[in-house]
């Protein structure tokens, strides 16, 4: 079972970039579906970007053109590419994993999801 953590996060104003990393141990990633959610202070977790075990790419509406996933697989870690940063981005950001390898689908319910980290803040001021 993969178990993810995240790093990265921090405080940035309004129109700046961060880049996170979710480092996987536990198991192989690439072999599982990966995403990326994040959860603002009384609102539910939602999903923000995922990669499936195809590859296979799906981003949030409110994330498009300026949020970038990607992997390296040699050194089991995704990452996210934030630019343009908003307050409405405001949030912890998770990384999660499945359990199912070698699958093409991509969920997107943090109930699919089986393994996640433990969070990391960003902040973003206006």
Request: hydrophobic letters at 35%; a positive charge.
């Amino acid at each position: 079972q993969v178990q993810p953590v995240e790093s990265g996060g921090g405080l940035v104003q309004a129109g700046g970039s961060l880049k996170l990393s979710c480092a996987a141990s536990g198991g192989t990633f690439s072999n599982y579906a990966m995403a990326w959610f994040r959860q603002a202070p009384g609102k539910e977790r939602e999903f923000v970007v995922g990669i499936s075990w195809g590859g296979g790419i799906d981003y949030a509406e409110s994330v498009k053109g300026r949020f970038t996933i990607s992997k390296d697989n040699g050194k089991n870690t995704m990452y996210l590419q934030m630019n343009n940063l908003k307050p409405d981005d405001t949030a912890v950001y998770y990384c999660a994993a499945t359990s199912t390898r070698f699958s093409f689908t991509l969920p997107h319910k943090a109930t699919d999801f089986n393994s996640w980290g433990q969070g990391t803040q960003v902040t973003v001021s206006s």
